[in-house]
């Protein structure tokens, strides 16, 4: 069992910034795909971005392009968003998320094997 908590999670006004941090437990996290999800009050669970094993590869939604950057450290099992440029429809419940698979939807909630609890970011006007 991979465990995930997320941190950085708080209210920032518009156009700042906040860095969303995940530590993973057990030494599996290099072999994990990474990811970040969000989801807003009475809304699906939506993709924010994602980063492969050795982070050569990065995913992003199209709303946050070129605000958002995801980034990994496996020596500390640790996965990053840094959050830029923030607007208020960005307020959600972050989640950090994880798939062991080989092959996957870098986009689907079903390819992923692990769940963090959240954190909130709340983006004032």
């Known amino acids: 069992q991979v465990r995930l908590v997320e941190s950085g999670g708080g209210l920032v006004q518009a156009g700042g910034s906040l860095r969303l941090s995940c530590a993973a437990s057990r030494g599996t996290f290099s072999s994990l795909d990474m990811g970040w999800f969000r989801q807003a009050p009475g809304k699906e669970r939506e993709f924010v971005a994602a980063?492969?094993?050795?982070?050569?590869?990065?995913y992003y939604a199209a709303s946050v392009k070129g605000r958002f950057t995801i980034s990994r450290d496996n020596g500390m099992n640790t996965v990053s968003l840094q959050m830029n440029s923030l607007k208020p429809e960005d307020t959600a419940v972050y989640f950090c998320t994880a798939s062991a698979s080989l092959t996957m939807t870098m986009n689907a909630p079903g390819s992923y094997d692990y769940w963090g609890q959240g954190t909130q970011v709340t983006v004032s006007s």
């Open positions: 980063i492969t094993r050795t982070g050569s590869n990065t």
